[in-house]
């Protein structure tokens, strides 16, 4: 059976699902899920992401995070987790690059916060032999909260599940996923939310205005904030999204073979993802106790923490490489680009007053 007809027969037994609920099955179902079945990235899959079009990503990310560990006295048995770590070249970059201070590197556990089962498989390949201790696990919990974090994440939050709310005459609606005729439909609940639900700043809605959140994303976000106000340590967490209060739009999405394709047509071939709203990770961060930086956009920010010198570099010892080292330059930081689309925000202990690239 397809997981498209499991979803109906799932429906059809048990009444309409939610948007986030629908967006957990079609990415991360053990046998059909868009991440749990393939390797989207790259030129031959669906998207090609930061790590993958150049080292230089993974690498300003990791001596980002080894002088974020300097500037807090070097403390003593680190964690270094990634979530959503895809092919797994965002942290075998990062490794080497920080690896320049042994005292950090030696002395690290790492762990992978990934679904998939295959993506795990090709992360172990990629990190085989890098030297650190290396761990998995496919969610992020409590058993991760005893020692200063360090965290990355780079288009992992898009993937979390959104719900999103229609504004009516009588209120505000959740956008379930039901079924019409056999096949995948989106519908309004007939009941509205309680009010508490939907915050103030989405009262001036017009009719057919949507309101969308990840409670998911931000409960993760500000569990990871406590534990690095309490412990010590840095996230930085790069995504594509907006950094201003939003219009009311939804900003689901799928895509599939580089093009974007119904949502509701072939669960489980296509990559869902939504926006990420930086302010209200923002928010969730301060909520969790941390000192919250940015958001600031990719572009801004491999550009202050040196970029263009890592590439002027690579170049000389690599001339042969110039013209591809220029344009994968471009292509990070480029406006154009991904340089703002994506942006990026940072978590620290309350004592923190500033971090590379993020204005100090
Ligand atoms: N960071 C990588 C991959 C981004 S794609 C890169 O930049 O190339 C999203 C990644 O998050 C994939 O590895 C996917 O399997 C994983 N993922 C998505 N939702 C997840 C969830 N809820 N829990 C754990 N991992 C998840």
């Given at each position: 059976m397809s997981l498209k007809a499991r979803i109906v027969a799932l429906i059809e037994a048990q009444g309409p699902m939610s948007v986030a609920q629908f967006m957990t099955i079609?990415?991360?179902?053990?046998?059909?899920?868009?991440?749990?079945?393939?390797?989207?990235f790259g030129a031959g899959g669906d998207f090609i992401t930061a790590p993958e079009v150049s080292q230089m990503f993974g690498e300003m990310l990791g001596l980002w995070l080894l002088q974020a560990w300097a500037d807090q006295g070097c403390p003593k048995s680190p964690r270094l987790v990634e979530l959503g770590p895809g092919r797994?070249?965002?942290?075998?970059?990062?490794?080497?690059?920080?690896?320049?201070?042994?005292?950090?590197?030696?002395?690290?556990?790492?762990?992978?916060?990934?679904?998939?089962?295959?993506?795990?498989?090709?992360?172990?390949?990629?990190?085989?032999?890098?030297?650190?201790?290396?761990?998995?696990?496919a969610q992020f919990d409590d058993s991760l909260s005893d020692r200063p974090?360090?965290?990355?994440?780079?288009?992992?939050?898009d993937a979390l599940p959104v719900r999103q709310y229609v504004r009516s005459e009588r209120g505000w609606h959740e956008r379930m996923v039901t079924t019409l005729d056999?096949?995948?439909?989106?519908?309004?609940?007939?009941?509205?939310?309680?009010?508490?639900?939907?915050p103030a700043s989405r009262e001036g809605a017009p009719l057919g205005g949507v309101y969308e959140t990840s409670p998911a994303a931000l409960a993760?976000?500000?569990?990871?904030?406590?534990?690095?106000?309490?412990?010590?340590?840095?996230?930085?967490?790069?995504?594509?999204?907006?950094?201003?209060?939003?219009?009311?739009?939804?900003?689901?999405?799928?895509?599939?073979?580089?093009?974007?394709?119904?949502?509701l047509d072939t669960p489980g071939e296509d990559d869902l993802s939504a926006h990420v709203d930086f302010m209200a990770l923002a928010q969730a961060g301060k909520r969790g106790g941390a000192a919250v930086f940015g958001p600031v956009t990719q572009g801004a920010l491999l550009a202050s923490i040196g970029i263009t010198?890592?590439?002027?570099?690579?170049?000389?010892?690599?001339?042969e490489s110039a013209a591809d080292l220029l344009a994968a330059t471009e292509r990070l930081i480029g406006a154009q680009q991904m340089g703002t689309l994506f942006k990026a925000v940072a978590f620290a202990p309350p004592s923190v007053t500033g971090f590379a690239g993020f204005g100090a």
């Open positions: 079609a990415l991360l179902d053990p046998k059909d899920g868009y991440y749990a079945t393939r390797d989207p797994g070249t965002l942290m075998a970059n990062a490794l080497r690059a920080a690896s320049v201070e042994p005292d950090f590197t030696n002395d690290l556990e790492v762990v992978l916060v990934e679904a998939s089962p295959v993506l795990q498989a090709m992360q172990a390949e990629k990190l085989r032999g890098c030297g650190a201790d290396v761990s998995w696990q974090l360090f965290l990355v994440a780079n288009e992992f939050f056999g096949e995948l439909n989106f519908a309004l609940a007939p009941v509205p939310v309680p009010l508490p639900i939907i993760l976000a500000e569990n990871i904030a406590g534990i690095i106000a309490q412990r010590g340590g840095a996230a930085l967490i790069v995504d594509y999204g907006y950094d201003a209060i939003t219009g009311f739009a939804e900003t689901l999405q799928a895509v599939g073979g580089h093009r974007f394709v119904d949502a010198e890592r590439a002027e570099q690579l170049m000389n010892a690599h001339p």
